[in-house]
């Protein structure tokens, strides 16, 4: 009989500790650990029409933003501003408009401003694929070595900004 009242409390303190280490050992938000460390993916991708385009390649030797955005995005404008921040800073900044067209593409620059030092057209997801995105926004911190230092999935912001991707691009520099 004493042995039944003890089951109660064995549940409880194993609840308890399960929940301390899932506390305890949690990732950051939305920031993902996969494919950071590894190179960034090399592609070829059409420059959305009028702007300058770019290929991780021609980057090499420089830390940079990679962001992947796309003008039917609602998150996307939300993380605007920040990225228009950032490029004001000195950050550069390269975009990927995913499953877009360049009219809207052009449409969502010319309304909200253009971070970007060169944007490019991904209509059917061939380089976001590689890079393992599933969703947008979704942006890459990738150093002056091309290794990948660090990857957000979803909208930044200025917090994000502060305690994730300006340290990052701080080590890949």
């Known amino acids: 009989m004493n042995g039944l009242r003890l089951v109660p409390v064995v549940i409880l303190f194993g609840l308890a500790g399960a929940l301390a280490y899932a506390l305890l050992t949690r990732t950051e938000g939305n920031q993902t650990d996969r494919f950071v460390g590894d190179p960034v993916p090399d592609f070829t991708l059409e ?3 009028g702007r ?18 796309g003008s039917w995005c609602p998150p996307c404008e939300v993380e605007h501003p920040v990225l228009l921040d950032l490029a004001e800073a ?8 995913w499953r877009d067209t360049d009219e809207n593409a052009n ?11 060169g944007v490019v057209m991904d209509p059917f997801g061939s380089a976001v694929i590689d890079l ?9 911190v990738v150093g002056a070595d091309g290794i990948i230092r660090a990857r957000w999935a979803g909208p930044l912001t200025d917090d994000v900004v502060r305690r994730v991707i300006l340290p990052a691009l701080e080590e890949g520099r």
Do not use: H, K
């Open 52 to 69: 300058a385009g770019f290929a991780p390649s021609d980057l090499a030797g420089q830390a940079y933003l990679l962001n992947v955005w």
């Open 90 to 97: 000195g950050v550069p900044i390269y975009g990927i408009a």
């Open 132 to 140: 393992g995105v599933t969703g947008a926004p979704e942006t890459f």
């Open 47 to 49: 420059a959305v029409e």
């Open 107 to 117: 449409a969502f620059l010319a309304r909200l401003g253009n971070p970007f030092s």
